[in-house]
């Protein structure tokens, strides 16, 4: 209650008869004090507000009224316990407040928030009332999905089959979401993921030659939020190649004369493997039986390890092989054939039988009958010889005077001795 002014007349009379009378006018003012608390109605409030409400957003109004007046009757409002993340806002006519966030909320720290909105009045000591709030905070989709790891790495061989599962990711959402959607990048046609399970599995052919190495991208969406997380799948080098001859056969011509220990021919294979699969070795399996061969391993150079004799054989058919290093090894074959070329490195035989002839003086070109037969081991293509008459000891006669040149063709028949100028008895 506030000052009450009161103003009256009081009057005297006494006992006589007539009796006598006066009177006075009094003023009386009664002052107030702090004799009255501040009171809410009601005395409990409760409200409502979404976590991504921006500082300063209103929450409720709460009032309180007190009985005093002036100073006493004016009010004015705070929180306790409210965590820092509301206050009151006393209003102009100092029997209202409106709490307003403060700081920005977290559904998923805390849901609900309970504490005391405290009204003050203007006395001295104040006089105060409280009632109690209860915000419930509501959830918003604030959160982005997040992997349990930031990174994932598998290794996993480049002969794995499509279809083999290689990790199943999981994502979480601190938001009350309950479908969470996978998906994949820069995959290459090579892995997939599974839209809802998060398994992600081969879906291609791996090749350590190819690609070593594949860095993914995986992804969690909530519908409106997304987080990722690194997926590296490391391919694991295997000896799924083998060697391959650049050709099937190889040819070349190398001459009987041919020096023991220089190079004939050189074959080459080519792994497409990497590392140690990738080494080849060569080595002669096939055709050199008689030793006259041998081949660099490493090199495939093939040398001439002895001598040849075109008139004891006259080609060579070698087989190669290019081998790698795998455990099991893998191998390519390939044939060289060399061919060894004639060289006239043989003293043709003569066998001439001991024969008498007559001739006419000053006769014409008679034959003589069968003469020289001639053996040279050296062949057909080699041997083509010319023979001389010769004169016996001491005898001054020449090849004019004597015979004509005379050509045979050494295939194994004997030619005839013919005269074609005149000669001597």
Known sequence: MGDTAY??????????????????????????????????????????????????????????????????????????????????????????????????????????????????????????????????????????????????????????????????????DEDEIDIITYSLSRAAGLFTIHSSRGEIRVSGLLDFEMDRRHDLTIFASDGVNTGSAIFVVEVINENDNAPIFDAEVYSTNVSESRMVGTGLITVRAVDADVGSYGNVTYQIIAGNDMGHFEIDRWSGEIRLKTSLNFEAKRMFRLTVSAEDSGNPPKSDTAAVVLRVT??????????????????????????????????????????????????????????????????VNVSGVAGLAVVYSPSRH
Not at 93 to 121: C, M, P, Y
Not at 373 to 393: K, Q, W
């Open 7 to 172: 103003d009256f007349v009081v009057t005297a009379t006494d006992g006589g008869d007539p009796s006598r009378s006066s009177t006075a006018l009094v003023y009386v003012t009664i002052n107030d004090v702090n004799d009255n608390d501040p009171i809410f109605d009601p005395s409990k409030y409760s409200a409502s507000i979404t976590e991504g409400a921006p500082v300063g957003a209103t929450v409720l109004t709460v009032s309180a009224s007190d009985a005093d007046s002036g100073a006493f009757g004016r009010l004015a409002f705070n929180l306790v316990a409210a965590d820092n993340l509301f206050e009151a806002v006393t209003q102009p006519d100092n029997r209202s407040a409106v709490i307003v966030v403060k700081n920005q909320l977290d559904f998923e720290t805390q849901r609900g928030h309970v504490f005391r909105v405290v009204a003050l009045d203007g006395g001295m000591p104040a006089r105060s009332g409280e009632a109690m709030v209860t915000v419930s905070v509501l959830n918003e989709n604030d959160n982005s999905p997040v992997f349990q790891q930031t990174t994932y790495i598998v290794r996993v061989p480049e002969s794995v089959t499509m279809g083999t599962l290689l990790q199943n990711v999981t994502a979480t």
């Open 342 to 407: 004639n060289e006239n490195d043989i003293v043709p035989e003569i066998t001439l039988p001991k024969t008498e002839f007559e001739f006419v003086e000053n006769g014409a070109p008679l034959p003589i009958g069968a003469g020289a037969t001639v053996v040279d081991a050296d062949g057909d293509d080699i041997v083509r010889a010319v023979f001389h008459l010769v004169a016996p000891p001491n005898d001054t006669a020449t090849d004019q005077n004597i015979g004509e040149r005379l050509w």
